[in-house]
C-alpha cells in the first residue's frame, strides 16, 4: 500500500475516536510481526526505530540507510495504511538522514532544549520535512524516566499553544504524568492538564510511555484528543520472554533449524509470536482494530 501521510492519519483518527498505536521495532523480526499484527486486525500502524535506544555510531553508519529500507518493504507489501517514523533521533543530522533515505515521519529528542532553541530547531526540521512530503513530530515537556517521580517536566498549555503556532508541526507529544520505560509504580496522570493542553492546541496529541500508560485511561484521552501512543518497552519484554521460554523447554541441538530457519524451529518464531499477540491486544485496546477502510 505504500507510505500514508502522517498527519492525515492522526487526523482522521481524531475524527473518528480512536487511536494509532507506534509500535517500535529493532530489527527485522520485530517489524514484521508489527506489521502482520496491524493486517490481522485490519488497523492502521505505526511503526519505527527509536534513536534514543539504539547506538549513536551504529545508527549513523549503517542503521538509519538499513532501518528506512526495510521499513519502506514491509510498509509497501502491507494492506493497510502504515506511517514509517525515525522517533526520537539523537540529533538534528539524523533527522536529514531519515527523510532522505525514506522515512515519512521525523522525531527530535528535544528534551535537554530550551522553549526558544526547541521551536528554532523545530521549524527548520519542518521546512526540511516540506522538501519530502513528511511529517514531523515534536515534544514539548520531558518525561520521567523509569518510574513516577523522577526527573521531569509537564507540558505547559500556554507554551504548547505557542510551540505549535511557530512551529508548524504534525502533532505534539505531552508530558501529563506519563513516564518513559516504566520500571516500577503507577503513573498518574493528569486529565486537567491535558483538557487544558486541548483548548488551546488544535492538531493531534501523542503520549509516550505507552507501555505503562494506564489502560483504564485510554479512552477517556483519546477523547481528549490524543491520537497517537507510542510503545516500546513491554513489546521488547514480551519478545525476550518468548526467547527465554524457548530455550527453557528445548535442548535440541538442530543449529539450522534453530537459528535463522523462519520455521516453526527458529527461537524467534515464539518471540516473534508474543509480539504480534501484544500489538494486538494494543491495536484492540486503541480502537483502531477494522478501522483501515476509513482511509
Known amino acids: 500500500m ?8 492522526l487526523e482522521l483518527a481524531v475524527r473518528s475516536g ?30 519505527g526505530f527509536g534513536g534514543m535506544m539504539l ?13 528506512a529500507s526495510i521499513g519502506r518493504v514491509y510498509a509497501h ?13 539523537q540529533n538534528y543530522d539524523q533527522c536529514i538522514k531519515a527523510l532522505e533515505f525514506g522515512f515519512n515521519v521525523i522525531m527530535l ?21 516540506k522538501g519530502f512530503s513528511a511529517g514531523v513530530e515534536a515534544e514539548l515537556g520531558e518525561l520521567p524516566m523509569g518510574y513516577p517521580g523522577a526527573d521531569g517536566t509537564l507540558t505547559d498549555p500556554l ?39 486541548r483548548r488551546r492546541v488544535d492538531i493531534p496529541l501523542v503520549i509516550h510511555g505507552g507501555s505503562g500508560f494506564p489502560p483504564e485511561m485510554v479512552r477517556e484521552v483519546i477523547s481528549l484528543g490524543v491520537a497517537k501512543f507510542n510503545v516500546g518497552t513491554v513489546l521488547k519484554e514480551v519478545y525476550l520472554n518468548g526467547i527465554r521460554d524457548y530455550l527453557d523447554t528445548s535442548d535440541s541441538d538442530d543449529y539450522q533449524n534453530i537459528v535463522g530457519s523462519h520455521t516453526e524451529s ?23 482494530s477494522n478501522k483501515a477502510h476509513l482511509f
Not at 275 to 286: A, D, G, S, T
Open 2 to 9: 505504500g507510505l500514508y501521510p502522517f498527519r492525515k492519519m
Open 18 to 47: 480512536f487511536a494509532i498505536g507506534y509500535f517500535e521495532a529493532w530489527d527485522e523480526h520485530s517489524i514484521e510481526a508489527i506489521i502482520e499484527a496491524g493486517g490481522e486486525e485490519k488497523s492502521p500502524i505505526i511503526v
Open 55 to 67: 547506538s549513536k555510531d551504529w545508527l549513523e553508519k549503517w542503521g538509519i540507510e538499513l532501518f
Open 77 to 89: 507489501r502491507c494492506r493497510v495504511p502504515v506511517s514509517l517514523i525515525f522517533n526520537e533521533a
Open 109 to 129: 529528542d528535544s528534551s535537554s532544549l530550551s522553549i526558544d532553541e526547541n521551536i528554532r530547531v523545530t521549524r527548520k526540521l519542518v521546512e526540511k520535512a
Open 159 to 197: 507554551e504548547a499553544e505557542r510551540f505549535v503556532m511557530e512551529t508548524g508541526i504534525d502533532a505534539i507529544s505531552v508530558s501529563i504524568g506519563n513516564v518513559h520505560v516504566l520500571k516500577r509504580g503507577k503513573p498518574s496522570i493528569d486529565i486537567d492538564l491535558l483538557k487544558q493542553i
Open 266 to 288: 527458529d527461537f524467534l518464531v515464539r518471540a516473534r509470536q508474543n509480539l504480534k499477540n501484544k500489538v494486538k491486544e494494543l491495536i484492540q485496546l486503541y480502537g483502531s
